[in-house]
C-alpha cells in the first residue's frame, strides 16, 4: 500500500512533464526576418536618395534665395547676422524674442581676417567704427 501514493505521485510528475516546450527560433525564420529589414532599409536609403535628386541636389534647408554668410555672437543669447537675399546683404540683430535690421548694402565679398578675427567679425568692427565716426 505504500507504494500507492509514490506511483500517483509519480505519475502526476510525469503528466507535468510532457508538457511540450515552446518552439524556438529556426535558422530559416532568422534568416527571413534579416532580410526583409534588410529590404526595408535599403527602401528609405532609396528614397532618401530619389527625395534628393527631385529637390534638385540641394539639402532641405537650403531652399529659396535666403542664405547666411556668417554669423557673431555678442553675448550668450545675442547674435548679428549677415542674411544674403539675391543681390542684399542685410545685417541683423538677434536676441530672445526680437529680430532687428542693423544695416542693408550691397552685395559683396567680405574683406579678408587679420589678427586672428573672422572676416565677418573684421568687417562688422569697420562698419561700426564709420558710424562712430559720422556722429
Same mark, same amino acid.
Given at each position: 500500500?505504500?507504494?500507492?501514493?509514490?506511483?500517483?505521485?509519480?505519475?502526476?510528475?510525469?503528466?507535468?512533464?510532457?508538457?511540450?516546450?515552446?518552439? =524556438?527560433?529556426?535558422?530559416?525564420?532568422?534568416?527571413?526576418?534579416?532580410?526583409?529589414? %534588410?529590404?526595408?532599409? =535599403?527602401?528609405?536609403?532609396?528614397?532618401?536618395?530619389?527625395?534628393?535628386?527631385?529637390?534638385?541636389?540641394?539639402?532641405? =534647408?537650403?531652399?529659396?534665395?535666403?542664405?547666411?554668410?556668417?554669423?557673431?555672437?555678442?553675448?550668450?543669447? *545675442?547674435?548679428?547676422?549677415?542674411?544674403?537675399?539675391?543681390?542684399?546683404?542685410?545685417?541683423?540683430?538677434?536676441?530672445?524674442?526680437?529680430?532687428?535690421?542693423?544695416?542693408?548694402?550691397?552685395?559683396?565679398?567680405?574683406?579678408? %581676417?587679420?589678427?586672428? *578675427?573672422?572676416?565677418?567679425?573684421?568687417?562688422?568692427?569697420?562698419? %561700426?567704427?564709420?558710424?562712430?565716426?559720422?556722429?
Amino acid at each position: 500500500m505504500s507504494s500507492l501514493p509514490f506511483a500517483l505521485f509519480s505519475s502526476s510528475v510525469l503528466a507535468q512533464a510532457a508538457v511540450p516546450e515552446a518552439p =524556438g527560433l529556426s535558422a530559416s525564420a532568422l534568416l527571413q526576418t534579416a532580410l526583409a529589414l %534588410a529590404l526595408v532599409v =535599403g527602401i528609405l536609403f532609396l528614397a532618401a536618395y530619389l527625395l534628393r535628386k527631385l529637390n534638385g541636389g540641394r539639402g532641405f =534647408g537650403n531652399s529659396g534665395p535666403l542664405r547666411v554668410v556668417g554669423g557673431l555672437m555678442i553675448g550668450t543669447r *545675442e547674435r548679428i547676422v549677415l542674411v544674403e537675399i539675391d543681390d542684399t546683404w542685410i545685417v541683423v540683430g538677434l536676441v530672445p524674442g526680437q529680430i532687428r535690421t542693423l544695416h542693408t548694402l550691397p552685395k559683396g565679398q567680405l574683406p579678408p %581676417a587679420g589678427d586672428g *578675427e573672422r572676416p565677418f567679425a573684421q568687417w562688422l568692427k569697420q562698419i %561700426a567704427e564709420r558710424k562712430n565716426e559720422a556722429r
